[in-house]
């Protein structure tokens, strides 16, 4: 158990709805960080939030957005939902950074959203 | 643009040492070299992390050239619980900061 909660654990919708996914991050990590795993697909990171600020962008779609609430719990918005969305999203919390090394990440179990 | 390559699957049997060299050419200055293992439904786990030359810890080691444009996890005599996917990583948390993960290789490891 790596401290690292995500809900739901399965989430199926339909096109064009939106959905939104929890994290709660391990108990005193202050960045947050979604990925997003297709079948078959490796890891794509979507953002970072960092003490309830976006710090770093990577190859999410205007669609979805992202927010950390002052708890440090985040969430992932996905709207316009598209079969493609399809995948197991990952949400994964590490420490404080105090250096520019990207301190280990500790993944949650995932949300698998099904989109039909 | 940065971008980190894999190999898409190796296979290996109990006992042996298994290398995975990830690439990395346009690796900057900056960038600190990370691998993951990932199981089947988990999310991914770090293993091992480094800048330069080699790093060892109790369960891998990472062997980093000079001109860093690769870098070579090293996991001794693997067992079949070592079967899953490796995750290659370049990131610099610092300014102009980024997340560039490889696509993974599948290890299996047979009896």
């Known amino acids: 158990d790596s401290g690292v909660t995500q809900t739901p654990k399965h989430l199926i919708t339909a096109t064009g709805q939106r959905v939104t996914l929890r994290c709660s991050p391990r108990s005193g990590d202050l960045s947050v960080y979604w990925y997003q795993q297709s079948l078959d697909q490796g890891l794509q990171f979507l953002i970072q939030?960092?003490?309830?600020?976006?710090?770093a962008k990577g190859n999410i779609l205007e669609r979805f957005s992202a927010q950390q609430f002052p708890d440090l719990h985040s969430e992932l918005n996905l709207s316009s939902l598209e079969l493609g969305d399809s995948a197991l999203y990952f949400c994964?919390?590490?420490?404080?950074?105090?250096?520019?090394?990207?301190?280990?990440?500790?993944f949650g179990p995932g949300t698998r959203l099904t989109v039909l | 643009l940065a971008k980190t390559t894999q190999p898409i699957s190796m296979d290996s049997y109990e006992g042996q040492e298994v290398n995975i060299t990830c690439s990395h050419n346009?690796?900057?200055?900056?960038?600190?070299i990370t691998w993951y293992q990932q199981f089947p439904s988990q999310g991914p786990r770090f293993i091992i992390q480094g800048y330069k030359t080699k790093v060892t810890n109790e369960v891998a080691s990472l062997f980093i050239p000079a001109d860093r444009k690769s870098s070579t996890l090293s996991l001794p005599r693997v067992s079949l619980s070592d079967t899953a996917v490796y995750y290659c990583l370049v990131g610099y948390a610092g300014n102009n900061r980024k997340l560039i993960w490889g696509l993974g290789t599948s290890l299996a490891v047979n009896p």
């Open positions: 346009n690796i900057a200055t900056n960038d600190y």
């Open positions: 994964a919390s590490s420490a404080e950074m105090t250096s520019d090394l990207y301190n280990e990440q500790f």
């Open positions: 939030y960092y003490n309830g600020e976006e710090r």
